[in-house]
């Protein structure tokens, strides 16, 4: 029996990376899915390489910092699956900026998509859970918690993630909705996302071994570490956690 069977999942930025890990492991734990992402072709392979697994899936193209399309999501969830007991808010950006660096229009994009994409996946899926229950599960970072000069605009989206879970957690269990709200706070994890970040600050290689060198653990993350997080905070296992913040950074919160 699988940890999650019967239950149907939104994962938002699912084409790739940590979206798409979690996914494949909600699926192969019984799950039903419906997975966003703004990009077409990449929702598209998505859906096609989980479906050849055996998944219950279907994708729909979504910006998540649109009011519009989580109002359009929330509407097509209503209809097709009538009820809706997992939302991942996975997707995100991380553009290279300092304080000094970083304008106003690289700010309010981080802002829109890290934020309040995660703002408006809560408000839907509170809305959509709130007769019967459910989890969210919100990607916040390392950098909710500490800063990274390169990343301002991104610690600070990250950031309000990490204390925006712990409001959405208290209402839902003030008003007994039964609705669990957690953070999940990554290290570097190898993804596409990381790889272009770390290549937009120099040499690959050089500052792959830079951040390699800041993991106690002795290597960098894997999508699947995080994937399996999300698996137990989606799944009845977690029944007595919310309002927490997840780490899984392979010690780097450490040193």
């Given at each position: 029996?699988?940890?999650?069977?019967?239950?149907?999942?939104?994962i938002?930025?699912?084409?790739?990376?940590?979206?798409?890990?979690?996914?494949?492991?909600?699926a192969?734990?019984?799950?039903?899915?419906?997975?966003?992402?703004?990009?077409?072709?990449h929702l598209?392979k998505?859906?096609?390489?989980?479906?050849?697994?055996?998944?219950?899936?279907?994708?729909?193209?979504?910006?998540?910092?649109?009011?519009?399309?989580w109002?359009?999501?929330?509407?097509?969830v209503?209809?097709v699956e009538?009820?809706?007991?997992?939302?991942v808010?996975?997707?995100?950006?991380?553009p290279i900026?300092?304080i000094?660096?970083?304008?106003m229009?690289?700010?309010r994009?981080?802002?829109a998509?890290?934020?309040?994409g995660?703002?408006?996946?809560?408000k839907?899926?509170?809305a959509?859970?709130?007769?019967?229950?459910?989890?969210?599960?919100n990607?916040?970072?390392?950098?909710?918690?500490?800063?990274?000069a390169?990343?301002?605009?991104?610690c600070?989206?990250?950031?309000?993630?990490r204390?925006?879970?712990?409001?959405v957690?208290?209402h839902?269990?003030e008003?007994?909705?039964?609705?669990r709200?957690n953070?999940?706070?990554?290290?570097?994890?190898?993804?596409?996302?990381?790889?272009n970040?770390?290549?937009?600050?120099?040499?690959?290689?050089?500052?792959?071994?830079?951040?390699?060198?800041?993991?106690?653990?002795?290597?960098?993350?894997?999508?699947?570490?995080?994937?399996?997080?999300?698996?137990?905070?989606a799944?009845d296992?977690?029944?007595?956690v919310?309002?927490?913040?997840?780490?899984?950074?392979?010690g780097y919160?450490?040193?």
């Amino acid at each position: 029996m699988g940890r999650v069977d019967g239950k149907t999942a939104l994962i938002t930025g699912a084409g790739l990376g940590l979206g798409l890990a979690s996914a494949g492991l909600l699926a192969r734990e019984g799950a039903k899915l419906v997975l966003t992402d703004i990009s077409p072709d990449h929702l598209e392979k998505a859906v096609a390489s989980l479906r050849a697994a055996g998944a219950q899936v279907r994708g729909i193209v979504q910006d998540t910092s649109s009011p519009e399309d989580w109002a359009r999501v929330e509407a097509d969830v209503r209809t097709v699956e009538g009820r809706l007991d997992i939302l991942v808010n996975n997707a995100g950006i991380a553009p290279i900026g300092t304080i000094e660096s970083c304008d106003m229009d690289q700010w309010r994009r981080c802002m829109a998509v890290n934020a309040d994409g995660v703002f408006l996946g809560c408000k839907t899926a509170v809305a959509l859970m709130k007769a019967h229950g459910g989890s969210i599960v919100n990607l916040s970072s390392i950098d909710g918690i500490i800063g990274e000069a390169d990343l301002a605009a991104y610690c600070a989206s990250k950031g309000a993630v990490r204390t925006l879970t712990k409001a959405v957690a208290v209402h839902c269990a003030e008003q007994a909705y039964g609705i669990r709200c957690n953070s999940i706070h990554p290290g570097y994890i190898w993804t596409p996302q990381t790889e272009n970040y770390l290549a937009g600050l120099g040499t690959l290689e050089t500052e792959k071994a830079k951040a390699l060198a800041r993991h106690p653990i002795g290597r960098l993350g894997k999508p699947d570490d995080i994937a399996y997080m999300v698996l137990y905070l989606a799944s009845d296992e977690s029944g007595f956690v919310t309002g927490a913040e997840m780490v899984v950074d392979g010690g780097y919160l450490m040193v």
